[in-house]
Nanobody, 115 residues
Framework: QVQLVQSGGGLVQPGGSLRLSCVASVNIVSFQKMGWYRQAPGKQRDLVAL???????GYADSVKGRFTISRDKAQNTIYLQMDTLKPEDTAVYYC?????????WGQGTQVTVSS
């Protein structure tokens, strides 16, 4: 059973930074891709950033240049470094992993950007 456990998040002022972490219960090299999604109240869950098994990364246009996804294979962990945060980044953020066409999700963590 694959489990993804998230940490990080919280309340930050506009322009601030936060880092999210996601620890997998299995070796992350098993996943075709891992990523971060977010869901604001009343909106659909959207992809924020992803990293493939080869280390290639991709970002939503709204976060390019501000967010960075990375991984630590030894720790079976991926990260989302979020800089220059804006109020519109407020959402619940979910870690995601894909293996053999199966999707796995973290428990979600709230990120609130407000003064």
């Amino acid at each position: 059973q694959v489990q993804l456990v998230q940490s990080g998040g919280g309340l930050v002022q506009p322009g601030g930074s936060l880092r999210l972490s996601c620890v997998a219960s299995v070796n992350i090299v098993s996943f075709q891709k891992m990523g971060w999604y977010r869901q604001a109240p009343g909106k659909q869950r959207d992809l924020v950033a992803l990293i493939t098994e080869n280390g290639a990364t991709g970002y939503a246009d709204s976060v390019k240049g501000r967010f960075t996804i990375s991984r630590d294979k030894a720790q079976n962990t991926i990260y989302l470094q979020m800089d220059t945060l804006k109020p519109e980044d407020t959402a619940v953020y979910y870690c995601n992993a894909v293996i053999s066409a199966a999707y796995y999700w973290g428990q979600g963590t709230q990120v609130t950007v407000s003064s």
